[in-house]
């Protein structure tokens, strides 16, 4: 193969936690983080949590000279906290909001107001199309017992759904963010099995950072150690995720993570590390046909169709499992309105004994009267404002499930196309390529 085209892509990722008045140094880190953009120069930054606007603006106007293109992603309550600076100019943006994104009564968690979502951008690299995408999925508050499990996996469902279908015509695919998930948790394995994306970290050729690639680690102040309870060192869950094309090859030459502190400062970036990869692009002119390499490759091929079956049916499981706890949820919220309004029943029919018998006294004071009259009423709204919200969930998880349903059903179809395919382990390592379109049975 006879390589026409080589460039070089710095892609830099970062969680700025830039949550005011609730972060730490908040003003002071956006300082230095401006600062180092501007030394280090990459090609392509992401960030997640600029919950601020003001925060995005001072960027912009700080990396003006050498970040010239961006974009801010607006979504949810206190928007999606998405931006993208570029020095290759931006053609194209869209946001896709997940449908799913926790509770809006458990507001000491926040993500819910946050609106998480997908951000892509369409750049011009040379002469290659590019689909850069910056994410931020739903937190893992506890993984001992994670009732946000089910939110995380159908965000990970939707955003493979997103990448797959919005990157047919890309001829490189670079995806950047804080998954809240670790390498081997189930949405990671069904995000890079389905749409063929290579992790960084595993791929580079050369490595520079925190053991084991985490970023978020217990030497850095901001953390908690409590939150990684029991991973004593920390955990790895911003990733930079990468695939290339038939009209593109895509490597990581070197990889590296910040490690806590930052040298002539007294406090780091943000609570996680800041990751970049050097991606190197090889446009080439197609050697081989799609069918020549799927023929000389069915076992391989067959064994990936296979693992992604499982993939799904344990995300389905999980989502089902999502199912029944919404459900419960409304049957409660239910339940609890009817007491309710049986309660403001009754304290009517109380009421309206005066005016029944002539000259009869109220038998409640007033103000307990309207007291509880007011809880009725309160009562009644919270568990109607609850059931509209958990039959919205419903039919997301409901959605979710179905769709998964019908990818099995295709990947099986399709897995009955290898007459040679080889027995699988759903234990092996998650395949490092598949094509974008492994939902497709007439393939």
């Given amino acids: 193969m006879a390589h026409s085209d080589s460039v070089s892509v710095r892609v830099f990722s970062l969680n700025c936690w830039g949550i005011h008045y609730l972060s730490k140094q908040c003003a002071q880190r956006?300082?230095?983080?401006?600062?180092?953009?501007?030394?280090?120069?990459?090609?392509?930054?992401?960030?997640?949590?600029?919950?601020?606007?003001?925060?995005?603006?001072?960027?912009?106007?700080?990396?003006?000279?050498?970040?010239?293109?961006?974009?801010?992603?607006?979504?949810?309550?206190?928007?999606?906290?998405?931006?993208?600076?570029?020095?290759?100019?931006?053609?194209?943006?869209?946001?896709?909001?997940?449908?799913?994104?926790?509770?809006?009564?458990?507001?000491?968690?926040?993500?819910?107001?946050?609106?998480?979502?997908?951000?892509?951008?369409?750049?011009?690299?040379?002469?290659?199309?590019?689909?850069?995408?910056?994410t931020h999925l739903h937190a893992e508050y506890c993984r001992d017992k994670d009732s946000y499990l089910p939110h995380r996996v159908v965000q990970a469902w939707e955003l493979q759904q997103f990448v797959r279908h919005t990157s047919a015509a890309a001829d490189v695919v670079i995806l950047g963010g804080d998954l809240n998930m670790h390498p081997q948790d189930l949405g990671n394995r069904l995000l890079k099995a389905s749409t063929g994306l290579r992790d960084s970290y595993l791929e580079s050729a050369k490595f520079d950072g925190c053991e084991d690639g985490i970023t978020l680690i217990a030497d850095n102040p901001f953390i908690s150690k409590k939150t990684l309870i029991p991973f004593e060192k920390g955990i790895r869950i911003d990733y930079i995720l990468f695939k290339g094309s038939s009209k593109a090859d895509i490597y990581c030459d070197f990889m590296s993570t910040s490690k806590g502190s930052v040298p002539d400062h007294p406090f780091p970036y943000s609570d996680h590390e800041t990751l970049t990869a050097k991606l190197r692009l090889e446009a080439h002119a197609p050697a081989e046909t799609e069918s020549d390499r799927t023929s000389k490759n069915q076992d391989s091929a067959a064994g990936k169709v296979?693992?992604?079956?499982?993939?799904?049916?344990?995300?389905?499981?999980?989502?089902?499992?999502?199912?029944?706890?919404?459900?419960?949820?409304?049957?409660?919220?239910?339940?609890?309105?009817?007491?309710?309004?049986?309660?403001?029943?009754?304290?009517?029919?109380?009421?309206?004994?005066?005016?029944?018998?002539?000259?009869?006294?109220?038998?409640?004071?007033?103000?307990?009267?309207?007291?509880?009259?007011?809880?009725?009423?309160?009562?009644?709204?919270t568990t109607s404002l609850l059931y509209i919200f958990y039959t919205m969930e419903l039919k997301s998880l409901q959605g979710a499930e179905d769709q998964m349903r019908l990818a099995v059903g295709s990947l099986q179809e399709k897995l009955r196309g290898f007459p040679l395919a080889q027995p699988h382990s759903t234990q092996r390592k998650p395949p490092e390529g598949l094509e974008p379109s492994a939902f497709d049975p007439e393939e």
């Fill in 30 to 134: 956006y300082a230095m983080i401006g600062e180092m953009l501007c030394k280090e120069e990459h090609d392509i930054v992401l960030l997640q949590e600029v919950w601020s606007e003001k925060d995005y603006l001072f960027l912009k106007q700080k990396l003006a000279c050498c970040h010239p293109h961006s974009h801010y992603f607006k979504s949810g309550v206190i928007g999606s906290g998405l931006a993208i600076f570029s020095k290759h100019r931006i053609h194209d943006t869209f946001l896709y909001r997940y449908s799913l994104n926790g509770y809006p009564y458990m507001a000491h968690h926040g993500d819910w107001f946050g609106g998480k979502a997908v951000g892509m951008a369409i750049l011009s690299i040379g002469s290659l199309t590019a689909n850069v995408y910056v």
């Fill in 306 to 381: 296979a693992e992604l079956v499982d993939i799904v049916t344990e995300a389905r499981t999980e989502v089902k499992v999502g199912l029944h706890c919404a459900e419960r949820m409304r049957y409660t919220a239910t339940r609890t309105g009817v007491m309710g309004l049986a309660l403001l029943v009754l304290e009517l029919a109380i009421a309206a004994v005066p005016w029944l018998a002539l000259g009869a006294e109220q038998p409640f004071p007033r103000t307990s009267f309207y007291m509880l009259a007011a809880l009725c009423f309160a009562i009644l709204l």
